[in-house]
């Protein structure tokens, strides 16, 4: 068994899993603060234009380079070209990816502890008291790092079992059950009395808000949502089929993805809106707002209140997980493949590494402040360094290599799948590849620097 490469089993394996991938705390917590913070519906207008002329384009290049090298990151952009400086950007993937799975397991183990809180009743009582918890829970020396790592090592159990068994599996599970907690509560917070506020504020732009900075923020936040510019998609794509059709793939993807981040939005808004409460709250929102907001909303119906708390938290978790698999396989295809080692021996490489990133990150934005570099706090300055720096380089990176360095044939025989079906769209696709992609990322890139 040893290296043999695992591959998913059936189309819509291919799907869920990638989906899987994309659908994460992304869409529900990020994506929602950030257009909370970002002017709502104008902040949503830029990141979709963000997801269809960057996103798609982006995910079509690492399809192409996995499913041709059929291997790890740093393998895949080596085979690919006759300079092994590529080799590079496959690197700065497996890092990038691992220092989103540190900081990320942070806000998912609050999710898993916020679960069992919830499930057990004790997230009760008026608005200072919920904040209260969550103040004391985060704050804790110990709880947010066990939580945190606790996530890891669920997420290492699933990775363990391997690509078809392991990763299609729980994604197979978990994303339609995702989708219907999402329905569900979405449903059960648009009928709540005043929710119509809310649905305007996600659906009717101000353009006041549009400062120079919402541009970067939409695009790292397209890319982050999309699972791009880490070789994340590379290597899932690595277990593609030949027959699987590269476009119509990353158009469901992220048409799902988005799909989900919009109904994010209208889960959360339409309640806050229902029962007065702001929409910038920030990283918090979900934390501390939204149990208020459960309470409050359905306080005529407490076990309505209770039940949609618990379902909410469980989609939390199951987002989350899905998108942690893929962040960990990464690494972990890169450690046995390249070092001939077990997969057993091989997650747990970066399971420790992780895990170590996770305790600094939980620590940094609770019991340890003083833990900064750079004037943010770790947690927030991974974040802000890997979704706005380095997802946008890889991206970039990647867009140059298969628009300008991988043979015009080879790329175009993935698109078409040997030429078996249409390459109408083929030359668009390199025109956005070499021309478009780069110049925008460059250019939002390089004014966010204070460059241009
Ligand atoms: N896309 C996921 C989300 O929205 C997060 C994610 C998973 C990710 N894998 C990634 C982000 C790789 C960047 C790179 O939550």
């Not at 979709?48 to 995910?59: D, N, Q, V």
């Not at 606790?150 to 197979?172: C, D, N, P, Q």
Request: aromatic share 12%; glycine share 10%; hydrophobic share 55%.
């Amino acid at each position: 068994m040893r290296n043999e490469r695992g591959s998913f089993g059936s189309r819509l394996g291919i799907v869920l899993a990638t989906a899987g991938s994309a659908v994460g705390l992304g869409n529900v917590w990020r994506f929602p603060y950030m257009a909370g913070e970002n002017g709502g519906a104008a902040f949503i207008l830029i990141y979709l234009a963000c997801i269809l002329m960057l996103g798609i384009p982006g995910m079509l290049c690492e399809f192409v380079v996995g499913r041709h090298a059929q291997s790890n990151a740093a393998r895949a952009y080596d085979r690919l070209s006759r300079n092994h400086s590529w080799k590079l950007v496959g690197y700065l993937g497996i890092l990038t990816s691992t220092i989103i799975l540190g900081f990320y397991a942070v806000v998912a183990g609050w999710c898993l502890q916020y679960l069992y809180a919830s499930f057990s009743g004790h997230i009760t009582g008026d608005a200072e008291a919920v904040k209260a918890y969550f103040v004391a829970f985060s704050s804790h020396p110990l709880k947010p790092v066990l939580w945190g790592v606790g996530f890891i090592m669920l997420t290492h159990l699933v990775v363990v079992r391997g690509v078809r068994g392991g990763i299609e599996r729980a994604s197979k599970l978990l994303m339609p059950v995702l989708l219907l907690l999402l329905v569900v509560i979405v449903v059960a917070s648009c009928m709540l009395p005043g929710a119509i506020e809310g649905v305007r504020f996600l659906l009717m732009p101000d353009f006041s808000k549009l400062t120079s900075k919402v541009w970067l923020e939409a695009l790292g936040q397209a890319f982050f949502s999309l699972s791009l510019g880490t070789a994340c998609l590379c290597t899932y794509a690595s277990y593609f089929s030949k027959a699987t059709n590269l476009m119509q793939a990353a158009a469901q993807i992220a048409l799902l993805d988005t799909l989900i981040a919009i109904l994010a939005g209208l889960m959360i808004f339409p309640a806050a809106a229902s029962v007065g409460v702001s929409a910038d709250a920030g990283p918090s929102l979900i934390f501390i707002t939204l149990p208020n907001v459960f309470q409050q909303a359905f306080s005529a119906m407490p076990v309505a209140g209770y039940v949609i708390g618990v379902m909410f938290y469980a989609l939390l978790v199951f987002a989350a997980l899905t998108s942690t698999i893929s962040m960990h396989e990464i690494g972990t295809a890169f450690f046995s493949e390249e070092f001939r080692l077990t997969r057993d021996k091989a997650v747990w490489i970066i399971t420790g590494v992780a895990s170590v990133i996770c305790a600094f990150c939980a620590l940094s934005v609770g019991a340890n402040t003083d833990l900064m570099l750079m004037g943010h706090s770790l947690m927030d300055f991974c974040d802000h360094l890997t979704a706005d720096f380095m997802l946008p380089l890889g991206s970039m990176l990647t867009c140059l290599f298969v628009g300008w360095y991988v043979p015009r044939q080879v790329v175009r025989s993935e698109f078409t799948n040997n030429d078996t079906i249409g390459g109408a769209l083929f030359s668009l696709f390199l025109f956005f590849v070499r021309y478009v992609c780069p110049v925008c990322i460059a250019l939002i890139f390089f004014h966010q620097l204070g460059v241009i």
